[in-house]
């Protein structure tokens, strides 16, 4: 009786760690993830066609964490294709990546090298569409120092970008063409949070002949404003202000978030927009879409959103299983209802290898990953 508790236990472990997560359990060597289209039906497409949106690539990074947040919240789904190498040698790990078009030919190459758990390398060793030379960022007594080099095909001409961190934070990133100074972006932080980021120009904006302006180079340059990010104090990011610089050099709030929180989750964001007042001839700024969130037993159970008019134009409802897996959502977006499930399978070593998304009864996509162990 006891021998059976005991295998009850473990089958129960077991099950309960078969959750989604983006860490691989065990030692791989090896990944290759991606998505398959099941039907015609594949990522949308609005100005022109690419692979991975009409913003075409954006990095690696972002274009794994769009992909998972498109994935799990709407109808549809966004790109994603790469393979990953993991070599050890002592103490070091290397990771390198490739990513690929559709046709799965090459786009961008991507590595990353740690010691004893800490990152010391990245680099980007090349790229089909950004036309980069080289990424390359050292760390070193926790102060890394960045050089990223770009050339354009069609000209000698050439970009780089200097990093300058201090204690691990990114306080300053220069920019030059051709070597010569353009602008400095400047990162003020509190204790933990980064609360400002601001432009130093060498340019401002002056009057040239024939009563047009310009953004001319200028011994004094003048400073943009970019954004300002308020904390409370649980360090939850509660409000954070966009700016924009006028044609007269000063700098105006263009748009503005506020976030409120209930034992540090998030339960509204209030979007405000600069919008054109015609009854006092100006700009101003006024109330966007605003999302309410709500919880139950931790897990997000529903989020919805309102118009500036406080009509629901977006809801979306959310169900798990047994191990708080989303297993299907209810969205709604203007007057289409969809109701997306999804079926997972995972590998001995209980890393998700598969989910289907089937949108309306029908599966239409698929996330793939093939894991190889050492």
């Given at each position: 009786?006891?021998?059976?508790?005991?295998?009850?236990?473990?089958?129960?472990?077991?099950?309960?760690?078969?959750?989604?997560?983006?860490?691989?359990i065990?030692?791989?060597?090896?990944?290759r993830?991606?998505?398959?289209?099941?039907t015609?039906?594949?990522?949308?497409?609005?100005?022109?066609?690419?692979?991975y949106?009409?913003?075409?690539?954006l990095?690696?990074e972002?274009?794994k964490?769009?992909f998972?947040?498109i994935?799990?919240?709407?109808?549809?789904?966004?790109?994603i294709?790469?393979?990953?190498?993991?070599?050890?040698?002592?103490?070091?790990?290397?990771?390198?990546?490739n990513?690929?078009y559709k046709?799965?030919?090459f786009?961008?190459?991507?590595s990353?090298?740690f010691?004893?758990?800490?990152?010391?390398?990245?680099v980007l060793?090349?790229?089909?569409?950004?036309?980069?030379?080289?990424i390359?960022?050292?760390?070193?007594?926790?102060?890394?120092?960045q050089?990223?080099?770009m050339?354009?095909?069609?000209?000698k001409?050439?970009?780089?970008?200097?990093?300058?961190f201090?204690?691990n934070?990114?306080?300053?990133?220069?920019?030059?063409?051709?070597?010569r100074?353009?602008?400095?972006?400047v990162?003020?932080?509190d204790?933990?949070?980064?609360?400002?980021?601001?432009v130093?120009?060498?340019?401002?904006?002056?009057?040239?002949?024939?009563n047009?302006?310009?953004?001319?180079?200028?011994p004094?340059?003048?400073?943009?404003?970019?954004?300002?990010?308020?904390?409370d104090?649980?360090n939850?990011?509660?409000?954070?202000?966009?700016?924009?610089?006028?044609?007269?050099?000063?700098?105006?709030l263009?748009?503005?978030v506020e976030?409120?929180?209930?034992?540090?989750?998030l339960?509204?964001?209030?979007?405000?927009?600069?919008?054109?007042?015609?009854?006092?001839?100006?700009?101003?700024?006024?109330?966007?879409?605003k999302?309410?969130?709500?919880?139950?037993?931790?897990?997000?159970?529903?989020?919805q959103?309102?118009?500036?008019?406080?009509s629901?134009?977006?809801?979306?409802?959310y169900y798990y299983?047994?191990?708080?897996?989303?297993?299907?959502i209810?969205?709604?977006?203007?007057?289409?209802?969809?109701?997306?499930?999804?079926?997972?399978?995972?590998?001995?070593?209980?890393?998700?290898?598969?989910?289907i998304?089937?949108?309306?009864?029908?599966?239409?996509?698929?996330?793939?990953r093939?894991?190889?162990y050492?």
């Amino acid at each position: 009786m006891k021998y059976l508790f005991s295998i009850f236990i473990l089958i129960s472990f077991c099950v309960k760690s078969q959750k989604f997560q983006d860490t691989i359990i065990g030692n791989p060597k090896y990944v290759r993830e991606y998505v398959s289209f099941l039907t015609e039906k594949q990522n949308p497409q609005f100005l022109y066609n690419s692979d991975y949106g009409h913003e075409g690539f954006l990095g690696n990074e972002f274009t794994k964490k769009e992909f998972k947040e498109i994935w799990f919240n709407y109808d549809f789904v966004y790109y994603i294709n790469y393979e990953k190498f993991y070599k050890k040698k002592n103490n070091s790990l290397l990771i390198k990546e490739n990513w690929f078009y559709k046709d799965h030919s090459f786009l961008a190459s991507f590595s990353k090298e740690f010691y004893n758990g800490k990152l010391t390398k990245l680099v980007l060793d090349s790229s089909a569409v950004n036309r980069y030379k080289t990424i390359f960022i050292n760390y070193k007594n926790r102060n890394p120092k960045q050089i990223r080099l770009m050339k354009f095909s069609k000209t000698k001409d050439y970009n780089t970008r200097k990093y300058f961190f201090k204690k691990n934070q990114l306080k300053k990133i220069s920019r030059y063409v051709n070597g010569r100074k353009q602008y400095d972006s400047v990162f003020v932080y509190d204790k933990k949070n980064l609360v400002e980021e601001y432009v130093l120009h060498k340019r401002k904006w002056k009057n040239i002949d024939n009563n047009q302006r310009c953004f001319c180079e200028d011994p004094v340059g003048v400073k943009e404003m970019i954004k300002k990010n308020y904390f409370d104090e649980k360090n939850n990011l509660i409000k954070v202000e966009n700016y924009k610089l006028s044609e007269d050099n000063t700098n105006y709030l263009n748009s503005k978030v506020e976030y409120k929180y209930d034992d540090n989750k998030l339960i509204s964001k209030q979007d405000f927009w600069r919008d054109w007042n015609s009854a006092l001839n100006k700009t101003e700024l006024k109330k966007g879409t605003k999302t309410i969130y709500e919880y139950k037993f931790g897990k997000l159970l529903k989020k919805q959103s309102y118009t500036d008019n406080k009509s629901l134009n977006m809801s979306t409802t959310y169900y798990y299983d047994d191990n708080d897996n989303i297993s299907k959502i209810e969205f709604f977006d203007n007057e289409n209802c969809f109701e997306v499930t999804f079926r997972y399978r995972f590998d001995e070593n209980n890393n998700w290898i598969e989910i289907i998304k089937n949108v309306n009864g029908k599966d239409l996509y698929m996330w793939k990953r093939e894991i190889e162990y050492h």
